[in-house]
């Protein structure tokens, strides 16, 4: 007595397995599932502001439908729930809506600032543990300060990126008032 098939499935002859094999390739080639799964990542990603959107949208149109209550009602006592329903319900969800809005644009922002942090200290642990200690190692013995700012840096620092900074002896910066920078300055 032969085991019986799956359910739903039948066996494969061997002239199926040697096609289904020659095309295989054509199915890994496919790109749907791969968007279809950074679609839903996305829509993880943003799941405040999408459903901000749906909330301010809802909160419109109930908005919108209360005013019609009212407006096509002349006897003051029955435009009250219309603007009870309609008026607050609405305001509620507007409100709501900008909250997850605004909570959103912070998390981002959030975000955004803890990865330019560890890109910060990974430049300093690239210098050996600290970006002070790469540059007394090279034995330059300058270090730099940017035009407006009250500290000197180490070369290497990375708030030294992207800025044109005045190399000064360590002696002569502290006697022009320059502070050592909490980053990279001396231990």
């Not at 540059?135 to 840096?153: E, L, T």
């Not at 030294?160 to 005045?166: A, I, R, S, T």
Request: charged share 20%; glycine share 14%; aromatic share 6%.
């Amino acid at each position: 007595m032969s085991p019986a098939p799956a359910r739903g499935r039948t066996r494969k002859t061997e002239e199926e397995a040697a096609h289904a094999s020659t095309t295989a390739p054509a199915k890994e080639e496919r790109t749907a599932p791969p968007a279809r799964a950074e679609r839903m990542q996305r829509m993880r990603e943003n799941w405040r502001l999408l459903v901000a959107g749906a909330l301010l949208v809802l909160g419109a149109v109930i908005i919108m439908l209360g005013w019609y209550g009212t407006a096509y009602t002349n006897i003051f006592t029955e435009q009250i729930p219309y603007l009870v329903s309609g008026g607050l319900l609405g305001l509620g969800l507007l409100i709501v809506a900008g909250l997850l809005g605004v909570s959103e644009l912070q998390a981002r922002e959030i975000r955004e600032l803890r990865k330019d942090l560890n890109r910060a200290l990974s430049a300093v642990a690239a210098g050996g543990g600290s970006a002070g200690g790469a540059a007394r190692r090279s034995g330059n013995g300058q270090v730099y300060v940017v035009p407006g700012g009250r500290s000197f840096h180490l070369p290497g620092c990375p708030l030294l990126e992207g800025k044109d900074g005045e190399a000064y002896a360590p002696a002569r910066a502290l006697e022009a008032g320059y502070t050592a920078c909490k980053l990279c300055g001396p231990d």
